[in-house]
């Protein structure tokens, strides 16, 4: 797996970008220690017996906000990350 956190981008936002490879499930959660938000994103896994794998990633246009923009961040949405949950036990 390879993430990364780049910006800020034209929106002003930090983007998260994660890409896979392996054909396992893959769960991410990425804490940004200065504002506390804490997105999680599922890349679910592919499927027994397929031939061709694409091993896919995401790009999180929403991502968060920079630390320094002062505002409230409102965490990651694109495809199944989500914000505000607390890390698994």
């Known amino acids: 797996m390879f993430t990364r ?16 490879f392996s054909t396992s499930r893959v769960e991410v959660w990425i804490h940004q220690i200065a504002t506390g938000t ?14 061709r794998l694409a091993l896919a990633g995401l790009a999180d246009k929403v991502g968060f906000l920079p ?5 409230p ?3 990651a949405s694109a495809g199944t990350g989500r914000s505000g949950e607390s890390a698994p036990a």
């Open 67 to 71: 630390p320094w923009s002062g505002e």
């Open 38 to 51: 804490l997105a999680y994103y599922d890349l679910p896994p592919v499927a027994p017996g397929t031939q």
């Open 5 to 20: 956190v780049v910006g800020p981008k034209p929106n002003g936002n930090l983007w998260p970008n994660v890409v896979k």
């Open 73 to 75: 961040v409102g965490g």
